[in-house]
């Protein structure tokens, strides 16, 4: 090694070098050589550890970059999907490092909105508003077109989507009929249907009920009726202005105090039966329940043409005339 260093250093000449040490020249120029491709080793096995260590620290960079991109993406999703007033309650103008054309970018508000004091309605509006709320007290099933058309019979002229905005603005909503009256609840348990190829042919084997609808003078009312399978007759009804289930129990406790109880009783699977309120009540007085997932209950049973169905309608429409005549 000594011979080697000595003869890298290059002051003196291999054959100098040679006699010094009393070894033949050649045998320096190999010791030579291979200190020199030894050092070369050393270096580059330096470079690569060094290559490698920031290799390892730029993955560890782009991975901390991936989660915080994700993090950011999360927690920007949550943030958009609240209203336009929270989202701007967030803002903070004088927060260090982030600026507001920034936090306004992240939130998804252009800065003229956050800038943006609204304004209060003109007092013509107000005076309209004044006057829509005392019709609609009044008349609680008028829609924007039938408001407007009132409106122009008093004498006030008003577009339909300025009156339906003020409308929108006072969260007023015609009271009308709801297109579907069968509308599950997802919380609320799905019951099996067990009438399919069955004989129903006496009574108190299978009851059942249906919501339907019943016009009156000023709008209309919800009407249970809750009926016999096999005889067809109506053994409760009541009537309600909302769809809640509480009308429903009212007429099943009543049915259940003059008539007993069914084996099996069959509806719908709108929410009102599904309930907890009214399948305890049917559970309280012992009658099975088994519920299907179509309805028309009632409106079946009054068409078939059997002699006691005809009887049942008759009751039914004795149930509507004086309902229409309330």
Not at 18 to 38: C, F, I, L, Y
Not at 164 to 190: C, D
Not at 241 to 261: I, Q, R
Not at 270 to 292: M, N, P, V, Y
């Amino acid at each position: 090694a000594r011979v080697a260093l000595e003869a890298l250093r290059g002051d003196k000449t291999v054959q100098e070098i040679a006699a010094r040490h009393q070894v033949h020249p050649n045998q320096v120029s190999t010791w030579k050589r291979r200190a020199m491709d030894g050092l070369s080793e050393v270096f580059s096995n330096g470079a690569d550890v060094e290559r490698q260590d920031r290799e390892s620290e730029i993955r560890d960079l782009h991975a901390k970059i991936g989660q915080l991109t994700v993090e950011r993406d999360f927690f920007v999703q949550r943030a958009q999907a609240m209203s336009r007033e929270d989202r701007k309650a967030m803002i903070a103008p004088e927060r260090p490092g982030l600026s507001l054309s920034r936090q306004c970018q992240i939130l998804s508000i252009s800065r003229s909105a956050f800038y943006y004091t609204p304004k209060g309605e003109a007092p013509e509006n107000l005076a309209l508003m004044r006057r829509i709320d005392e019709l609609f007290m009044r008349y609680p099933f008028f829609g924007s077109r039938q408001m407007v058309r009132q409106l122009l019979r008093d004498g006030v002229v008003a577009g339909r989507h300025r009156d339906r905005r003020l409308m929108r603005l006072m969260g007023l909503e015609a009271i009308y009929r709801a297109p579907k009256t069968s509308t599950p609840h997802p919380a609320h348990r799905i019951y099996p249907y067990l009438l399919r190829n069955m004989t129903i042919d006496r009574a108190d084997h299978v009851w059942c009920a249906d919501i339907t609808y019943i016009p009156v003078q000023r709008g209309f009312l919800y009407l249970i009726a809750i009926m016999d399978w096999a005889t067809r007759r109506v053994l409760a009804w009541r009537l309600s202005n909302t769809m809640d289930a509480s009308f429903c129990v009212e007429a099943l406790n009543e049915a259940t105090a003059k008539y007993g109880k069914p084996e099996i009783f069959n509806t719908d699977q709108g929410s009102q039966f599904t309930s907890f309120e009214f399948t305890g009540a049917l559970k309280d007085a012992g009658g099975g329940l088994r519920l299907r997932a179509t309805c028309g209950d009632v409106d079946k049973a009054r068409a078939l043409p059997t002699s006691p169905q005809a009887q049942q309608q008759q009751q039914v429409g004795f149930i509507m005339d004086r309902v229409l005549a309330a």
